[in-house]
């Protein structure tokens, strides 16, 4: 897209329409010539992601398409501006809805959090398979899952994603991701995959259930409370996971419902990636705790095709293959689904706080950090 064209879609950005901000800068809400409302996130100098995150987020949204994940309509890459444009998200991020102090925001009944959870799980699974390769995101989070007008999940902010399966013989020692979800294992095979992502997805779970952010920044926070994860399942393992349950959703939950959503958290965050669940088996076990609180526990595998959820396995958009200054519009094509008529909107917000960019890093000391962190 010209810059021109994204400047009167942001009205230059007007800081009237900025929606958020974060690790790569900030977005602002902004309206396209056809009436269509997007998101514009336009890198900053001195944030921690820069071209090497905008070209990968270009490119892996330039190949895949799915109702559950975001869709990138545009890029601008002109000189010092590199611009994102989404689709927009009218109801924010998933966290937003968990434990936001904010009096405007709308707090998520426990079969919303269920149908969340299952649109996130499907989108995740497309990703770790609809594509050649497949794609690791890296970065699974709550502030990375976004609610469209009908509160239907897409997850978002691919910038530190890897395509393809890791190679066995590579070792990496540079960890990106957010304190509070990065996956134990990395630390003892320096290697992510997808079952990182799965791990990740499981503090998710426990925060949906729990109201209660990864990490815990207060002094008033007990040693161990301030690591969901380990909080969490130190209660689960005691089997009283109910007693840490949002209070707020407590009395509408269905008992079996909780016991299975929370052994599908358990699973997901065992210390081992090969002992942990695929994302299809995440969305099955979430698609059965969602039958059992609604009374109707006709449990049945679904298949491949349902959860892609009219995705395509093909490559549905051109791939990019350079960043000149630029225009560029990803090629509208249709998702094949009934309900895409909320498609049209996007992302009201981007946080990348606790993010992590280490070099060399050990578990004791990213570890050791949160504590540390969080006893501030």
Known sequence: MPLSEILAVTDNFNP?????????????????????TVAVKRSESGHGQGRPEFQTEVLVLSKIRHRHLVSLIGYCDDGAEMILVYEFMKNGTLRDHLYS??????????KQRLEICIGSAKGLHYLHTGSDGGIIHRDVKSTNILLDENYVAKVADFGLSQAGLPDPDHHSMALKGSFGYLDPEFFRTFQLTDKSDVYSFGVVLLEVVCARPAIVNSTAARREEINLAEWGMAWQKKGEIEKIVDPSILGEMNPS???????????????????RPTMLDV?????????????????????EDSMMDDASSNILRP??????????????????????????????????????????TDSGSVFSQHRVDGAR
């Open 16 to 36: 009237k329409l900025l929606i958020g901000s974060g690790g790569f800068g900030k977005v602002y809400e902004g309206k396209l010539a056809n009436g269509v």
């Open 257 to 275: 419902s909780l016991r299975k959503f929370a052994e599908v958290a358990e699973k997901c965050l065992r210390p081992d990636g090969v002992d």
């Open 101 to 110: 102090m904010a009096s405007t925001t709308t707090m998520l009944n426990w």
């Open 319 to 360: 791939i990019v293959s350079g960043f000149r200054d630029t225009s560029f519009i990803v090629g509208e094509e249709d998702d094949d689904d009934d309900d895409d008529d909320d498609d049209d909107e996007m992302s009201a917000g981007d946080d990348s706080a606790g993010d992590v960019d280490a070099t060399a």
């Open 283 to 303: 969305c099955w076990d979430l698609e059965y705790a969602l039958q059992l609180q609604q009374g109707t526990p006709a449990r049945r595998e679904p298949s």
